[in-house]
């Protein structure tokens, strides 16, 4: 045996060794998880992951290896961590598949949505859930969330997408930080109409309201109206009452018909929306995945590493798995500058193998992976 075999001799009975105790360790880190399942807490603690690395470098007869020996364990407990996602993940879904779906009898539960009365999303909220008779409403979509997550509403209603100004980012961040779920989506016709009292018209007005969605798919038509201050508002129906409270000719609003007759106000000119087929797209969130084998859209969010090629690497297991992606947008990471996090919808349910087999790859090839929902996709109006 040459001196290098004897070296790589020992070398591959210490691996024997590594390899049994990472086992080992995997599955208790599997009975962890499941007492994490049992009793609702997060999979990840990161005073315990201090405490770890922390204790293990005391061990340590050579202090030098300090730093070597915090990146082995920073890739052990981050292999830990995905384990755990995964089963939890799985845990859901079939617990989510066997017996949920969004009711159809909805009179026991408590819906909301955000604007006030006369809001798209009030709207929406009708075309998706039937006659409401006891819905909530909510000023702020922070207050929507807020509502899902201490249980004053089961389902929460808000716009995520225009066909013209993009997405709602704030929406998406927010169902994704507060770890709530999509359960179904809806779309709207929108047009947006100049609306304001009585006596209200072109060249009385000097002040507009809105929300800033409502200006932005307006800006064609408030091009030839730079003289109007535009003050952006909670939402475009909260708009229209206030205009109605101001009871001023030289106040407007930009929302709906519906909004204008709510709070009986004229239409000083329709349809000012830059395109005609404007629409939003509406999502019904609530805290619970909820899923059946009628879903047939899965939205999904992951990190996005600081490497060459890495949105490549993990798109790619979409195409190889013969899965329709429908949109992708990249938001920046709460903590941490240039960071990113790629929210994806795709065609599938759950259930299917091969949607199981690319959300493995996918969530093995990155720090951070989250299942958003998977949920009945709507008629888009175009
Ligand atoms: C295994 C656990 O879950 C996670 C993984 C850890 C690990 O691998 O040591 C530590 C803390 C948690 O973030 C745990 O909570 O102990």
């Not at 030098?64 to 879904?93: C, D, M, N, P, W």
């Not at 000083?268 to 047939?296: M, P, Q, V, Y």
Request: charged fraction near 25%; include cysteine; aromatic fraction near 10%.
């Amino acid at each position: 045996m040459s001196e290098l075999e004897r070296y790589r001799a020992k070398i591959d009975e210490i691996d024997r060794q590594l390899t049994k105790l990472f086992e080992e360790r995997l599955h208790i880190v599997n009975d962890i998880c499941q007492y994490k399942i049992n009793n609702d807490l997060p999979v990840e603690n990161q005073k315990r992951e201090e405490e770890v690395v922390n204790k293990n470098i005391q061990y340590l007869d050579n202090k030098g290896y300090s730093e070597q020996l915090k990146r082995f364990f920073y890739h052990t407990i981050e292999i830990a961590k995905q384990v755990q996602y995964k089963k939890v993940r799985e845990h859901k879904a079939k617990n989510s598949l066997s017996h949920n779906t969004v009711s159809s009898d909805i009179t026991h539960l408590n819906i909301g949505y955000y604007g006030v009365e006369g809001s798209f999303s009030e709207e929406a909220m009708l075309k998706y859930f039937g006659d409401v008779k006891h819905a909530k409403n909510f000023v702020e979509f922070e207050d929507v969330f807020d509502a899902i997550k201490n249980g004053e509403i089961d389902y929460g209603v808000v716009p995520i997408e225009n066909s013209s100004t993009g997405t709602i980012s704030q929406v998406l961040d927010l169902i994704n930080n507060r770890g709530l779920y999509i359960n179904g989506e809806t779309v709207l016709k929108i047009n947006q109409h100049l609306i304001g009292i009585q006596g209200t018209n072109l060249d009385s007005i000097n002040e507009v309201y809105s929300h800033p969605q409502g200006f932005e798919q307006t800006s064609e038509f408030l091009r030839s109206y730079r003289q109007w201050k535009l003050t952006p508002f909670h939402s475009t129906a909260d708009s229209v009452k206030l205009v109605a409270e101001l009871n001023d000719p030289t106040k407007a609003a930009i929302a709906s018909q519906r909004a204008a007759e709510i709070y009986n106000l004229n239409i000083i000119k329709e349809n000012i929306n830059n395109k005609t087929g404007n629409s939003t797209r509406f999502f019904i969130i609530s805290k619970n995945l909820i899923a059946n084998d009628t879903c047939d859209k899965i939205s999904v969010v992951f990190s996005l590493e600081h490497k060459a090629g890495t949105l490549y690497h993990l798109l790619r297991h979409f195409a190889e798995n013969d899965i329709n992606m429908m949109k992708i947008e990249s938001r920046p990471q709460e903590f941490g500058n240039w960071k990113y996090l790629l929210y994806v919808d795709f065609e599938g349910n759950i259930e299917e193998a091969r949607v199981n087999k690319a959300l493995g790859l996918i969530q093995q090839g990155c720090e951070y992976f989250r299942l958003l929902g998977c949920y009945k996709q709507c008629d888009l109006l175009d």
